[in-house]
């Protein structure tokens, strides 16, 4: 079954956020300790997150 415009459109915006994770990986080592742990918890408290969007497309 081929897929919809709006599938496909929804698995560019995914390879869109892969490249800005990759961005964000790449300065990663440019980061204090500190630096680190605020970026780590801003990360884990966005929403809506990767988690969020894999149960939204999960549920039937």
Known sequence: M?????AIRMMNYVDDVSVT???VLALVPSLTA???????EYIRESRPNADSILQ????K
């Open 2 to 6: 081929p897929l919809s415009g709006e």
């Open 21 to 23: 994770l990759r961005r």
């Open 34 to 40: 500190e630096e680190r742990q605020r970026v780590s």
């Open 56 to 59: 939204a497309l999960q549920t």
